[in-house]
């Protein structure tokens, strides 16, 4: 495990957008490690049907539907990058927001209960994930997962998960 620094873009959300940042990046020879992309619409959808299943809605319909209109015009890429400060620069340099925060980088054994192994640690140390992406090859030998969690909660990560 690793600290590292994600990049958060916000990008239009329209047809060759991705493929602009892609050709930016590219540009400043910067590699892309992992990637998480979410349309801020379905994010918005999505609290709104949590905080009415949970009883607590207090938007009116009409911030809702303003809000909702909004947000379909943008998504929120999350980029781990071989070159963060390289990648923000370039980025910066076309105009992009972008924004830095640090995530922990888990390069795992790809085999059954290993991300659960790690999450259960967190749990145990009172340490909540706020979000998680990664994938691995169908065959390889390990897996990458990039974790959020409070900035706070950090100090305490070598400890919660000691020996894993």
């Known amino acids: 495990m690793e600290q590292r620094l994600q990049l958060s873009v916000i990008l239009n959300n329209a047809p060759g957008e991705l493929s ?9 020879s910067v590699n892309i490690l992992a990637m998480s992309i979410q349309n801020a619409r379905d994010a918005v959808k999505e609290l709104f049907k949590i905080r009415e299943k949970m009883d607590r809605r207090v938007a009116l319909a009409q911030s809702y539907q303003s809000i909702l209109k909004d947000s379909s015009d943008y998504s929120m890429i999350r980029l781990l990058v071989d070159q963060t400060d390289g990648a923000e620069k370039a980025l910066l340099e076309e105009n992009h927001l972008v924004d830095k925060e640090p995530v922990l980088v888990f390069r795992l054994a790809h085999q059954p209960g290993m991300l659960g192994k790690v999450a ?12 998680i992406y990664g994938s691995a090859m169908e065959g390889a030998k390990e897996s990458i997962f990039v974790v ?9 990560i070598q400890e919660v998960l ?3």
């Not at 959020?148 to 305490?156: G, N, Q």
Request: charged share 35%; aromatic share 6%.
């Open 20 to 28: 602009k940042l892609c050709d930016v990046l590219k540009a400043a």
């Open 162 to 164: 000691g020996d894993l």
């Open 120 to 131: 259960k640690r967190f749990g145990e140390g009172k340490i909540n994930i706020d979000y």
């Open 148 to 156: 959020h969690v409070a900035e706070t909660d950090l100090s305490r």
